[in-house]
């Protein structure tokens, strides 16, 4: 706790509204940022990509609109740019959906609505992103006052483009790389060249300034051979400043298998892991197990999380393929509306604890329908809360 202390008093300093905020609450954030070290990258105060650079005008709007005002709406927010990719991911939360994909003015339209709903930060996604031309101006009017982070594979990246997102505001990206062989990450995402891509990426992005971390999606089998830390100690020789981990998700694209899914016990272990490296003072390590914990934020799929895919289907977080609505065919406003009665917080991953029902209900649609997603949420139950969210609730953001 103490090493972030300069940090902190940087972040008090841009956002003095912190000092109104429930000591319950600092105190519960301060206890989640002492699991991490606070860097400096390009004069912006970064805890980890997962939440806005703690100097940004994004981070005081999370202040003052969600810890002081108690927004109903989002926070957090994906969106898809193009479905259009040239790798062929077995685990691909995209995988199977289309329709008719959203033109520019959509996309940007949509963006604004998600700002102006409470969005503060906002991961540009795909299919692969870089592959839609307008990236850098879509990038640009989304940065203002809101954290911009970019998931990747790299394909189509050159270091001009690099240096024009990074001019347009963006914050953070994430290369996917889920293993230190290039015959493991090509296999997986089944396109040979594909490592050699995102090890291109990383150098790129890393050259032009940008906080560049690695995405990567573990499985089962890495997680029990204990395969991780020595993955880690491979990314920590790129010079990279994060590395952003998950655990395989259950699909409902493909036949049920428990050996896909690991254990309460093992995302302890990842968490213990993360704490561990992060003593060490090296690359960020962000689980986001952890984040989702039950001690912190828990999952809020559909409470402060929405995903908007790139052919306007609005979805409670990218994992979860399901659909309440196009933004294209009704305003995104009414979709959350509705999509929001439906949900609650909860201690554990919504898509984890409830995939048997979605693949039950999803009859080979995908996503599933919104008058379907309605009616499965009715046998849908929800855990507590996480424990940041329960002081929130419970202690009205606000200084007594």
Known sequence: MLKNIPALADCLVRNPSMLRVSPKISLALMKYMGKFRVRRVGGRTVLHSHLPPLNSPAYGRFVQEHLLGKSPGPSHAQIGLTDACPQKCGYCYNKGRRGTAMDSGTIRRTISDLKSMGVFWLGLTGGEPLLNREIAEITAEASTDCAVKLFTTGSGLTPALATRLKDAGLFSVSVSLDHWTAEVHDAVRVTPGAFRTAIKAIEIFRTTGLHTGVSAVLSAEMIRRGQVEPYLEFLQGLGLDEAWLSEMKPSIQTPDDPMGLI??????????????????????????????????????????????????EVSPCVFAPMSFGNVQKKPLTEIWSEMRSCFAPGSDCFVIRNHGLLRRRAEGRLPIPPEVSRDLMKQVRFGAPGRFVELVERNGGKAS
Not at 269 to 291: A, E, K, P, T
Not at 297 to 303: L, R, S
């Open 263 to 312: 254990t309460p016990e093992e995302r302890q272990s990842l968490i213990r892991l993360q704490d561990r490296w992060n003593r060490s003072g090296r690359m960020m390590v962000n689980y986001l197990g952890h984040f989702e914990s039950p001690a912190y934020f828990g999952c809020n799929a559909g409470c402060k999380m929405i995903y908007v895919d790139a052919f306007g």
